[in-house]
């Protein structure tokens, strides 16, 4: 008898176990759902994009564009990794930051913030499809500029 209570149990776990699984199954996005998505990202990008070339995040008249023109050299396929200026192993996003408060002699943007989000959505953006290299110094260089005199700021768009 208690042999067969217990596979009643097992099979009930099972059963509310499988509907809880059928419940939490996600619909696969529209294309109408997957377009929205892309464009909140590519606005993230775009605002990434005006920080990036904007004085204004510092106190001198530096921009991260200055030392990093279309987000060259910040390799952010790369983090989280050691970084010296750091001291630690740290994030792009406290990569940014430092840069921010040392050379831009700037107040640090909030690590959770949209700016902070959205200037880390334009150097990855900036570096799609870019290969991993082992090395800190095959990693250096600038991002192919496709089109246009400066960087692109949008797909097929330039500034």
């Given at each position: 008898?208690?042999?067969h209570q217990h596979h009643a149990n097992a099979i009930y776990i099972l059963l509310v176990l499988l509907s809880m699984t059928t419940l939490q199954a996600k619909e696969p996005l529209s294309s109408a759902a997957a377009e929205d998505q892309r464009n909140m990202l590519i606005d993230f990008v775009a605002r990434g994009d005006a920080l990036w070339h904007s004085e204004d995040l510092g106190?001198?008249?530096l921009a991260c564009g200055n030392c990093h023109p279309d987000a060259s050299a910040t390799n952010p396929h790369t983090w989280p990794k050691y970084q010296t200026n750091l001291g630690?192993?740290?994030?792009?996003?406290?990569?940014?930051?430092?840069?921010?408060?040392v050379p831009m002699l700037g107040k640090p943007?909030?690590?959770?913030?949209?700016?902070?989000?959205?200037?880390?959505?334009?150097?990855?953006?900036?570096?799609?499809?870019?290969?991993i290299a082992p090395a800190k110094d095959e990693q250096h260089g600038g991002i192919p500029v496709i089109s246009g005199p400066g960087y692109p700021t949008a797909v097929g768009g330039n500034r």
């Open positions: 008898m208690k042999t106190t001198n008249g630690k192993v740290g994030t792009l996003r406290e990569m940014i930051n430092w840069c921010i408060a943007l909030a690590l959770d913030s949209d700016d902070m989000i959205a200037m880390e959505a334009y150097a990855t953006y900036m570096h799609r499809g870019v290969a």
